[in-house]
């Protein structure tokens, strides 16, 4: 299996995204959050729905 090295910039965006998130949902009901793309490319669209269920999974880990 060949490991592929992510940009450092990649992970920090991540990072960012994934805490920004938890944020927005301690102040707002899950079903109040939108989000808005500038650019509705597929590729974003489907890295921003991964980002969702794995924050969506951490959230509804950490109530357990």
Do not use: G, W
Request: positive net charge.
């Amino acid at each position: 299996m060949e490991i592929t090295k992510v940009d450092p910039r990649v992970l920090r965006t991540r990072r960012l995204l994934i805490a920004s998130f938890i944020t927005v949902t301690q102040v707002k009901e899950f079903k109040d959050i939108t989000i808005q793309m500038k650019q509705p490319l597929i590729a974003q669209r489907l890295m921003l729905i991964s980002l969702i269920n794995t924050i969506c999974s951490m959230l509804l880990y950490q109530k357990k």
